[in-house]
């Protein structure tokens, strides 16, 4: 059964950092492209950015320059680097492998606060 985990949510400042984690397991990770999407409050869940499984990588215009997507084969996990974090960024983030069907994670929530 595939399964995606996501950690490093929490409260940050803006300006600040933080790196999302996406561990994956029960699939071939390396085979599949994966995503980060978020969902503000009372909004459509919107992507934020994508990565294939051959490391070639798209951003939504709003987080480009400032997010960065990664994976690793050996840890079978994504990553999502999140520096410059405004209040607007504040949403549950998700993961998602796209396998043969689309695997999601339960979610991981970011709040840019002062």
């Known amino acids: 059964q595939v399964q995606l985990v996501e950690s490093g949510g929490g409260l940050v400042q803006p300006g600040g950092s933080l790196r999302l984690s996406c561990a994956v397991s029960?699939?071939?990770?390396?085979?599949?492209?994966m995503a980060w999407y978020r969902q503000a409050p009372g909004k459509q869940r919107e992507l934020v950015a994508h990565?294939?499984?051959?490391?070639?990588?798209n951003y939504a215009d709003s987080v480009k320059g400032r997010f960065t997507i990664s994976r690793d084969g050996v840890k079978n996990t994504a990553y999502l680097q999140m520096n410059s974090l405004k209040p607007e960024d504040t949403a549950v983030y998700y993961c998602?492998?796209?396998?043969?069907?689309?695997?999601w994670g339960q979610g991981t929530q970011v709040t840019v606060s002062s």
């Open positions: 998602k492998i796209e396998s043969w069907r689309d695997y």
């Open positions: 029960g699939s071939a990770f390396s085979l599949y492209n």
């Open positions: 990565i294939t499984h051959t490391g070639s990588t």
